[in-house]
């Protein structure tokens, strides 16, 4: 019989929102990509490693000189001190990453605390290890967490906590004082943080990414995942890092060998190269997402849009209810593919329980004259909703 965990799971917001984009011939802000082919040296080296390089099976956690780049690439950029050959495995992607550590770590019955909205791969991996959600509401402009609002879940069984910073879908980057009292908290009862920061060069000044396992006590109880897909723009790629302090990383790495084994190494030796080679890249990539920001962000502001400040990711959202939109986001959402032709993401979906229903999420990583056809839409779609 099928697995009652995954046999139950609906088909994702994503999927069906960008189903509903080809189908109206829509513009598709809903799904997190960006529409340009990405640094054409790094499509460049993994060519060349696929014509003249090695293609057979490289090494379970990695090829060695991509796990030394990842290693270096976060000393000089966040100051961690990972050690290459025991501390990084590479992985076919971040969720896989995710997967991985969920497997490698969740007993049955442990409780694990998660922020929602979440990305929607969390609840399933979490409950098909055997663990149990215990769920935080954030809630819009802020989307802050307290110390009340943590404590209030933990139990005799909590044993994990999962943070994804910055984050997707509220595109907030977590300030300091929350990232203290979240470690603080961490090691007060022993917990393990599991921390998805695959949007930690999409950052925008003067917002700063600080990684939860530089915080005081965290080192040896952090999960760290990125992802160089999020990194170079290079969505389809593939490539995940999962850092951690040897004793979790062995342990990490025991799951990892049996999900997908390894990665591409084309792949993997053009992110190598990417991040030894590629240091003007941090600097140029987040200014020219936040000039894509700030443009979409106006114009929705010229179309009557209330507009949530976004300080990372390839996310800004709109708050309906502030633009005089009654209609919940769903129904929004679905107006605005069908009858006005751009697809969003209703954020309320990436709610379990007691969802806020008034929120949009928008991608912006597109073309201006994207952003620009995309707002007029939704200005349609916006007086759309208020006919009787």
């Known amino acids: 019989m099928p697995d009652a965990t995954i046999a139950a799971l609906p088909t994702t917001i994503f999927e069906e929102m960008s189903g509903l984009a080809r189908t ?15 640094p054409e040296a790094l499509r460049r ?38 050690d290459p050959t025991c501390e990084v495995v590479i992985t076919s992607g971040a969720t896989e990453a995710l997967a991985a550590t969920f497997l ?19 609840l399933p991996l979490i409950r098909r290890a055997g663990g149990v959600p215990r769920l935080i509401s954030l809630s819009p402009p802020h989307w802050r967490f307290t110390r009340s609002m943590i404590e209030a879940v933990i139990t005799p069984r909590t044993r994990f906590v999962v943070l994804n910073n910055p984050v997707n879908p509220t595109g907030v980057v977590v300030p300091d004082p929350d990232l203290a009292l979240l470690a603080e908290i961490c090691v007060a009862h022993d917990l393990i943080a599991i921390c998805d920061e695959v949007w930690e060069q999409v950052v925008f000044a003067p917002a700063v990414h600080r990684p939860l396992m530089g915080f005081p006590g965290m080192a040896g109880r952090c999960v760290k995942i990125g992802s160089a897909g999020k990194m170079f723009g290079l969505t389809g790629w593939k490539v995940g890092f999962l850092c951690a302090a040897e004793p979790l990383a062995r342990h990490l790495a025991k799951a990892h060998q049996f999900l997908t084994f390894t990665t591409p190494p084309n792949l993997q030796v053009a992110v190598a190269f990417g991040l030894e080679t590629m240091d003007d890249w941090w600097k140029q990539m987040p200014a020219r997402l936040a000039a894509s920001q700030q443009r979409l962000a106006s114009a929705l502001t010229r179309e009557g849009f209330a507009v949530l400040a976004s300080q990372g990711t390839y996310f800004l959202n709109v708050d309906l209810a502030a633009s005089g939109v009654e209609m919940g986001d769903r129904d929004f959402a679905r107006l605005a593919v069908e009858q006005a032709g751009v697809a969003t993401i209703p954020v309320s979906a990436l709610y379990e329980t007691d969802p806020v229903a008034t929120i949009l999420r928008l991608c912006f990583a597109k073309a201006d004259a994207t952003l620009d056809e995309a707002a007029q839409r939704l200005g349609r779609a916006r007086d759309l909703a208020h006919r009787p």
């Open 24 to 38: 109206h011939g829509a513009i598709n802000l809903g799904q997190g990509f960006p529409d340009d082919p990405g």
């Open 45 to 82: 080296r993994a060519a060349e490693a696929v014509l003249d390089g090695y293609n057979q099976y490289p090494p379970m956690a990695g090829l060695p000189e991509l796990r030394a780049a990842v290693a270096a690439h976060y000393r000089r950029t966040q100051g961690l001190e990972l």
């Open 104 to 122: 490698a770590l969740i007993e049955p019955g442990d409780e694990v605390i998660v922020f929602q909205p979440l990305y929607d791969a969390y």
